[in-house]
């Protein structure tokens, strides 16, 4: 058997060569209403296309019509009935379309194991006008068990049920499960490469604006230089939602209402504090040494000061804290996340670690990791680093 598929005059054909007997078809009609041929394609006799083509076809094949243009002459339609499921499948007509595209591995009809989990008709395209870019589809296609694969799983499906009422039998499980280890060996489907081109076109986005804030800081107010900054950290950790300003929480020791400058809420509803300082020299560390030791400077003991007696009040406040908290949120933002104090963390942004010396780094790096149970101390060369990695991510 010998199939091709082709184009010509916005015609989608198919072209197939009887392995055998070349008459089956013309005989078939006269008795059935539809052929199949290999139980992936069914056509009927109006489907024979006997007109005069450009085409260089063999002597002895049949020329089907699979499928036309839509209206807007944008997708090639095959109707379902002729692949034998209950779906339409549109092919956008840029697209070259494969053989493999309908006939598997061992001759598995493709489209009649993906109609199993279609709700209706499916649109295979380029654009995001489509349900499934074609790149993705060719890879997922490759991924769709064939007739080999079924009847191992059937194999080790029947050895579990009947394992241990017979002692003659052949361990299935393992042969499956080799083969299929094989099979899957090969890298898994990926990001689809336009996606890939966007998410690294954002980081590289991001990464010059930092740069350019970072060079022309003075520019910029500390309001300002705070709402361009969290719009970055909630592209890098996208796990944060919402930023709450000046939220409430109860100093129960000295009596007082005090407010946190900044609360983050993740998609869960969880908190965590974050202070974000604009960067000047000499913020990190002190340049003199205390006992041959680099130490924090002013700015940043008192940071990390702060943000500790925030998380201390929080603990502290238990569920009518959560409830002020709450009220707050859902007064300045339209969510139905519920708040929760579980153990929340602070993350301090401040300083650049190209102004620290190589002499001052090991310290810097004690100071760090002394906090990272409670503080995440990052410093704008940190993001930019992040950055970098993230395009380099979506690179390859």
């Known amino acids: 058997m010998t199939i091709n598929i082709f184009i010509e005059n916005d015609i989608l054909f198919l072209d197939y060569s ?67 499921i209950p779906y339409d499948i549109y092919f956008d007509k840029t697209i070259e379309i494969k053989n493999s595209y309908f006939i598997g591995a061992r001759r598995v009809a493709v489209f009649k194991i993906i109609s199993k989990v279609l709700t209706d008709n499916l649109i295979i395209g380029v654009d995001d006008n489509a349900d499934i870019n074609i790149k ?8 769709l068990p064939n007739q080999y694969e079924i009847e191992m799983y059937v194999k080790m499906r029947t050895y579990n049920i009947i394992k241990d009422e017979l002692d003659k039998i052949k361990d299935a499980t393992e042969s499956y499960e ?37 060079l022309n800081k003075e520019s910029y107010n500390e309001t300002s230089w705070q709402n361009n900054i969290f719009d970055i950290i909630k592209i890098i950790f996208p796990k944060y939602l919402y930023v709450l300003r000046e939220a409430p929480v109860s100093d129960y020791y000295n009596k007082k209402k005090r407010k946190i400058d900044f609360l983050l809420v993740d998609f ?5 504090i974050i202070e974000i300082k604009k960067p000047y020299n000499n913020q990190i560390l002190r ?50 996340l519920c708040i929760k104090i579980i153990n929340p963390s602070g993350i301090i942004i401040m300083g650049k670690d190209d102004d620290i010396k190589e002499c001052q780094m090991n310290d810097f790096e004690l100071i760090k990791r002394k906090y990272k149970s409670i503080i995440d101390i990052i410093t704008y060369d940190d993001l930019l680093r992040r950055l970098e990695q993230l395009i380099i991510k979506y690179s390859n």
């Not at 993705?136 to 991924?143: L, Y």
């Not at 890939?196 to 590289?204: G, R, Y």
């Not at 040494?289 to 940071?303: H, V």
Request: with cysteine.
């Open 18 to 84: 009887p392995e055998y007997n070349y008459n089956w078809v013309r005989n078939n009609f006269e008795i059935e209403k539809e052929i199949n041929i290999k139980n992936i394609f069914y056509f009927n006799k109006a489907d024979l296309y006997e007109k005069e083509l450009t085409y260089n076809s063999d002597e002895n094949t049949y020329i089907f019509v699979l499928g036309v243009l839509d209206s807007e002459r944008k997708y090639f339609i095959i109707t379902g009935k002729k692949l034998g």
């Open 136 to 143: 993705i589809f060719d890879r997922m296609i490759k991924k």
């Open 178 to 214: 080799d083969y299929m280890n094989k099979k899957y060996s090969k890298k898994d489907i990926l990001l689809d490469d336009s996606i890939k081109i966007k998410e690294k076109s954002k980081f590289e986005f991001l990464r010059d604006k930092l740069n350019n804030m970072l």
């Open 268 to 272: 869960c509803g969880n908190i965590d």
């Open 287 to 336: 340049n003199s040494k205390y006992r041959d030791n680099f130490i924090p400077a002013k700015d940043l003991s008192g940071t990390v000061m702060q943000i500790e007696k925030y998380l201390f009040h929080l603990c502290k406040s238990g569920i009518r804290g959560e409830r002020k908290l709450n009220d707050f949120f859902h007064k300045h933002i339209n969510s139905d």
